[in-house]
């Protein structure tokens, strides 16, 4: 079955240190890969996608996201946190193949950046 | 800017009660979908629409709910006799053509309470 993992419910970083959210996958071909965030009281905002070629992607609001099809990961990164990045965010996945247009959702991983 | 529009944004009706959210997509937006979101929870799909085809109903929790969508644009979810578990926050996204490479833009929802 396709299925996405956020392991972590919650992540807390200090301001100005580098962040980490985590993304694994299970698709039975090539994915397209996709994060979104979530501010409170609202809807999901796209940030970035892996489609194809450099498996770094950059993405808004400084953003990047590192695609590793042996690990079959795909980690939401950015070099130096603000606390106005304090969401929550949500990893998905759409299986190429097939005509299936459905994104299998990850649960979402709270991100906390404290002053 | 003419991002994916919901109404109303919230909405507090009486258990038993029928009740209809809307959803205006990007005005090209072939695909539309509907997800709710219980609080501080992940997505559950409800109902992907895509242009002219039979619409992926798969993700409806009972027969109390259905949705239309009229015109290939504006899209009405509806829930009949609601019971105090529907109570969350139904989202609404929609993409443009039929590749499976587009990211969904998301509406800030509407956020339902069934007392």
């Known amino acids: 079955a396709q299925s996405v993992a956020q392991p972590e419910d919650q992540v807390n970083v200090a301001e100005g240190n580098p962040l980490t959210v985590k993304c694994t996958y299970s698709?039975?071909?090539?994915?397209?890969l996709f994060w979104y965030v979530q501010y409170p009281n609202r809807g999901l905002q796209f940030l970035l996608k892996?489609?194809?070629?450099d498996n770094l992607v950059k993405g808004s609001y400084g953003f990047e996201a590192e695609f590793n099809k042996s690990q079959t990961s795909f980690h939401l990164k950015k070099p130096s946190a603000l606390v106005s990045d304090s969401a929550l965010y949500f990893c998905a996945v759409r299986d190429r193949a097939g005509n299936n247009r459905k994104l299998i959702w990850g649960l979402g991983t709270s991100l906390a950046v404290n002053p | 800017g003419a991002g994916v529009s919901q109404s109303p944004s919230n909405k507090v009706t009486e258990k038993g009660k029928d009740v209809e959210l809307r959803c205006d997509p990007i005005?090209?937006?072939?695909?539309l979908y509907w997800y709710r979101q219980s609080l501080g929870q992940g997505l559950e799909f409800l109902i992907y629409f895509q242009g002219n085809s039979a619409p992926d109903k798969s993700g409806l929790p009972s027969d109390r709910f259905s949705a239309e969508r009229t015109g290939g644009s504006v899209s009405t979810l509806t829930i009949q006799r609601t019971q105090q578990e529907d109570s969350a926050v139904y989202l609404c996204?929609?993409?443009?053509?039929?590749?499976?490479?587009?990211?969904?833009?998301f509406g800030d929802g509407t956020r339902l309470s069934i007392l």
């Open positions: 892996y489609i194809t070629g």
């Open positions: 698709v039975s071909g090539n994915p397209y």
């Open positions: 005005s090209g937006h072939t695909a």
């Open positions: 996204a929609s993409s443009e053509g039929s590749g499976s490479n587009q990211p969904q833009h």
